[in-house]
């Protein structure tokens, strides 16, 4: 993610940013699980432990995983629409991408973990057409663009996004870390 800029995008080089991916279905623990919207798609690899959702456990990008108060932020409002623009260096067939924000009273002195969020996304973007192999229109556009509303907070958040692959058994996590005035 480039726009807004994600810590990846910030701390690390453009290959490493684009290669934060583990098991799919966050905010779920287990690999093998199934899509229950499009059951032929490949099942979850192992998702990143908690603790390691910013890096998706990679060990080389580690330090985005670390609770620090000055991680670059980008200024919003509450209610504010935003848009960010994801660019992929290899396109995948895509089955959705998921948007979380950290509850309004989690611990940014801790790190990251499933607790810290919002059970649900906020926004979702699906993509309908099954079975995977049979569909060429599931490799988004470079860059796609997503737009939606940001919901009622105050202060230091951070907001999680997902994009889950229908061929593979990953997902691509990225983290921008917001501040709501």
């Given at each position: 993610?480039?726009d807004?800029?994600s810590?990846a995008?910030?701390?690390?080089?453009?290959?490493?940013?684009?290669d934060?991916e583990?098991?799919?279905?966050f905010?779920?623990?287990?690999?093998?699980l199934?899509?229950?919207?499009?059951?032929?798609?490949v099942?979850?690899a192992?998702?990143?432990?908690?603790?390691?959702?910013?890096?998706?456990?990679?060990?080389?990008?580690?330090?985005?995983?670390?609770?620090?108060?000055?991680?670059q932020?980008?200024?919003?409002?509450?209610?504010?629409?935003?848009?960010?623009?994801?660019?992929?260096r290899?396109?995948?067939?895509?089955?959705?991408w998921?948007?979380?924000?950290?509850?309004?009273?989690?611990?940014?002195?801790?790190p990251?973990?499933?607790?810290q969020?919002?059970?649900?996304?906020f926004h979702?973007?699906?993509?309908?057409?099954?079975?995977?192999?049979?569909c060429?229109?599931?490799?988004?556009?470079?860059?796609?663009?997503?737009?939606?509303?940001?919901?009622?907070r105050?202060?230091?958040?951070?907001?999680?996004?997902?994009?889950?692959?229908?061929?593979?058994?990953?997902?691509?996590y990225q983290?921008?870390?917001l501040?709501?005035?």
């Amino acid at each position: 993610m480039t726009d807004p800029p994600s810590r990846a995008a910030i701390y690390l080089t453009d290959w490493q940013a684009a290669d934060l991916e583990a098991g799919k279905f966050f905010p779920a623990t287990e690999a093998g699980l199934q899509d229950p919207f499009a059951p032929e798609d490949v099942v979850s690899a192992t998702p990143p432990p908690d603790g390691r959702i910013a890096s998706a456990g990679r060990d080389y990008a580690a330090m985005l995983d670390e609770p620090r108060p000055d991680w670059q932020a980008h200024q919003v409002s509450p209610g504010e629409s935003l848009t960010v623009s994801w660019h992929f260096r290899m396109p995948h067939k895509t089955r959705r991408w998921n948007y979380f924000l950290t509850r309004p009273d989690w611990d940014p002195g801790l790190p990251l973990s499933r607790a810290q969020f919002e059970p649900e996304p906020f926004h979702v973007v699906q993509l309908p057409c099954q079975p995977f192999w049979q569909c060429d229109d599931l490799e988004p556009e470079n860059p796609t663009q997503h737009t939606f509303t940001l919901p009622e907070r105050s202060g230091r958040q951070v907001l999680l996004a997902v994009w889950e692959v229908a061929d593979t058994g990953n997902a691509f996590y990225q983290v921008i870390d917001l501040d709501f005035g």
